[in-house]
């Protein structure tokens, strides 16, 4: 299974901001959707935003306003713009890419692939 390679997490202070990186490790027939989860401190895993091959996108109420999640198809590439950080954004975020292996497969050749995980810390 392909992995995903993410960077762009780190230390910042409340109000600012930071710029998640995420893209197969390998070349891949086609990409269906992208995006990122976070899973914070004693939480569950959560969806923060989405984004299909055609660009629309969905965020989670916690999200709206305040990021962006945006992609490269031609470089297999997503994004997760955040704005306006907060201490209770403090999470691991974890990108996933719908891969599809094969062409004329349907779902079966579709696969869910994540990245390892990159520490988000927003300090008060």
């Known amino acids: 299974q392909v992995q995903l390679v993410e960077s762009g997490g780190g230390l910042v202070q409340d109000g600012g901001s930071l710029r998640l990186s995420c893209a197969p490790s390998?070349?891949?027939?086609?990409?269906?959707?992208m995006g990122w989860y976070r899973q914070g401190p004693g939480k569950q895993r959560e969806l923060v935003a989405a984004i299909t091959e055609s660009g629309t996108t969905n965020y989670a109420d916690s999200a709206k306003g305040r990021f962006t999640c945006s992609r490269d198809s031609a470089k297999n590439t997503v994004f997760l713009q955040m704005n306006s950080l907060s201490p209770e954004d403090t999470a691991v975020y974890y990108c996933?890419?719908?891969?599809?292996?094969?062409?004329?497969?349907?779902?079966?050749?579709?696969?869910?692939?994540w990245g390892q995980g990159t520490q988000v810390t927003v300090s008060s």
């Open positions: 996933f890419a719908d891969i599809v292996r094969y062409p004329f497969g349907g779902p079966e050749a579709v696969s869910r692939s």
């Open positions: 390998a070349r891949v027939f086609h990409i269906n959707d």
